[in-house]
């Protein structure tokens, strides 16, 4: 009977055993992809790029509300596109570290000239309306996309991280398409009477 005894109390003290043992064990590690983060001229660029993307969205609305029938369809194509890129640009970045994408900071006086001439020209095609204000949005849009372009041109050979390489070059034929069809309606719109 002790034997009988013995054998029922080591039985149920095994599984007890194992558990503890269980207990001593570090938890298995779960394998996830770690992803480099970016370096600071990529973070530049990505910063960049969401600041043109909130400027084409605004843009876009601005044309949506001003502009003649192409020009509105047009403007919601822009208010599309710079959106869903821009969704996109904001997930990647979080990917690779990125709480929140940086303000964009123009890299030399001449950037911020631009920059700020921009802002007055935003500023003067608000007051616009009709044929003027096709003519001078579209105008900024082809001017505004293809400058873009060069930019990314530039950039593109020295970006550091393949991922954001890979979808500056994904851009690319979005922005020779936004540049074209301002170009095609710029040929198509009426002039302003003068």
Same mark, same amino acid.
């Given at each position: 009977m002790k034997?009988?005894?013995?054998?029922?109390?080591?039985? @149920?003290?095994?599984?007890?055993?194992a558990i503890a043992d269980d207990a001593k064990k570090p938890a298995p590690v779960e394998?996830?992809?770690?992803?480099?983060?970016?370096?600071?001229?990529?973070?530049k660029l990505v910063a960049h790029i969401h600041h043109v993307n909130l400027m084409e969205i605004d843009m876009g609305k601005l044309a949506q509300k001003?502009? &003649?029938?192409?020009?509105k369809k047009y403007g919601a194509? @822009?208010? *599309?596109d710079h &959106?869903?890129?821009? *969704?996109?640009?904001?997930?990647?970045?979080?990917? *690779? &570290?990125?709480a929140k994408i940086p303000a964009d900071v123009?890299?030399?006086e001449a950037a911020k000239k631009e920059t700020d001439e921009m802002m007055v020209k935003m500023t003067e095609l608000k007051k616009m309306k009709g044929a003027e204000f096709d003519r001078q949005f579209l105008l900024m849009m082809q001017t505004g996309h293809d400058t873009e372009l &060069?930019?990314?041109?530039?950039?593109?050979?020295?970006?550091?991280?393949t991922d954001l390489q890979? *979808?500056?070059?994904?851009? =690319?034929?979005?922005? =020779?398409?936004?540049a074209d069809t301002a170009r095609e309606l710029q040929k198509a719109a009426p002039t302003a009477s003068l």
């Open positions: 034997i009988i005894s013995l054998a029922f109390i080591t039985a @149920l003290a095994l599984p007890s055993l394998k996830t992809k770690t992803t480099a983060k970016l370096v600071d001229d990529d973070v001003l502009g &003649g029938d192409a020009v194509t @822009l208010v *599309k &959106g869903d890129g821009d *969704k996109d640009l904001i997930a990647f970045a979080k990917t *690779k &570290g990125l123009p890299p030399t &060069g930019k990314l041109t530039v950039a593109i050979p020295t970006i550091q991280d890979t *979808k500056m070059k994904d851009l =690319q034929p979005v922005l =020779q398409r936004h």
